[in-house]
């Protein structure tokens, strides 16, 4: 955790992103309803990484930690949904 001591989050804060993780959440129930072919894969996922990332950086405080550690982060997942998506592709073209 950040040495500068603790934070107070607001309600609000938590309120809005429950009501943004559930629009994601119809977002993608809407969206599975749609053929995208090759796309289906990486609309999943870009959704479901927008709602982890909401989650991680409100929900477990990383937007009040040092850059370093949210750009290390971001790399993970980036690179988490490209193998992803990577093997989804190859089952898909098999």
Known sequence: MSESGGHIVPY???VLTWVVLLVLTAITVGASYFDFGV????????????????V?????????ER?????YLFIAL????IFIGLTFADVYYR
């Open 12 to 14: 609000r804060t938590f």
């Open 39 to 54: 796309l289906n894969v990486w609309i999943a996922l870009g959704i479901a990484s927008a709602k982890a990332g909401l």
């Open 56 to 64: 991680i950086f409100i929900f477990m405080h990383l937007k009040y």
């Open 67 to 71: 850059l370093y550690y949210r750009v």
């Open 78 to 81: 980036v690179i988490l949904a």
